[in-house]
């Protein structure tokens, strides 16, 4: 697919996070948020941080200065204990098509390439095929383009490129979110992979929006379930390479 341009100037990245009480983050998942920042910082990026209090802290903490704190727009129709990243999705809907959102445990090691599609976005996710755990009240209609599937894309990275899409995908998902309070989630991730990840999927492959990936894009790197299931060895090693990249970056953009 052709690209757009290799660079726009004034590109914007977004992170959004909601930091709980008593939540840590570990010496790596720091070390990747702020090696995130710096790179975006070094390209010129402009920054935006959507957070509650806590990770407003965190990040004053670890000098991190955005351009731009914005807080959470929060919702009581909407069982955070189900839904934990709906707050990702309430800024994908208010954020203009043609910024980036990245979350904490994402990098840029390139700038990111734009192409002519209707949506960036990281990866295809496959989580098991087989449709479980989604407990629906009665009143609760699905809409024409929902298929009983996990499958959908690893939003880590993405980027809107078009206004319709971004529309129709958030409606959808705040919908479903909304008409699915106080839910039994024994695994703690169905429902939530559902509304963001699968939605998007099916409603790209049923109205024929274009995608991309970015991992065919530019050099992009997502922390993802590696933090859990990574050996402590492999760990140690990527810490001190973030630790050794950080310094390098930081001297060269002093």
Known sequence: MKAVETYRKNVVVNYTYFLGEGKV??????LIFKYSVVKNKEYGFT???????????????LEIVPDNFYPLEEDPDIDFKTFWAYHKIKVYDKQPIGEWHLDVDAVFKEKPIF????????YLDNP????????????YKFPEFAQPSFKGFNMSV??????????????EAIEFMRGNKNVINDDGWQHMVYAEQAFIKQICEYYNYSYNFIVDDTDYYH?????????EEEKNKTINKLKELLCLTIVQTQ
């Not at 935006?48 to 806590?54: G, L, S, V, Y």
């Not at 922390?223 to 050996?231: I, T, Y």
Request: charged letters at 30%.
């Open 223 to 231: 922390l993802g379930e590696f933090k859990k299931n990574q050996l």
């Open 158 to 171: 993405l980027c809107f490129h078009s206004q319709e899409l971004k529309d129709r995908y958030c409606k």
């Open 25 to 30: 983050f570990s010496e790596l998942e720091t």
């Open 128 to 139: 098991p095929d087989v449709f479980f755990g989604i407990c629906i009240p009665p009143d």
């Open 47 to 61: 920054i935006n941080i959507h957070c509650n209090e806590n990770f407003k802290k965190f990040c004053e903490e």
């Open 115 to 122: 192409r002519d599609c209707d949506f960036q976005v990281g």
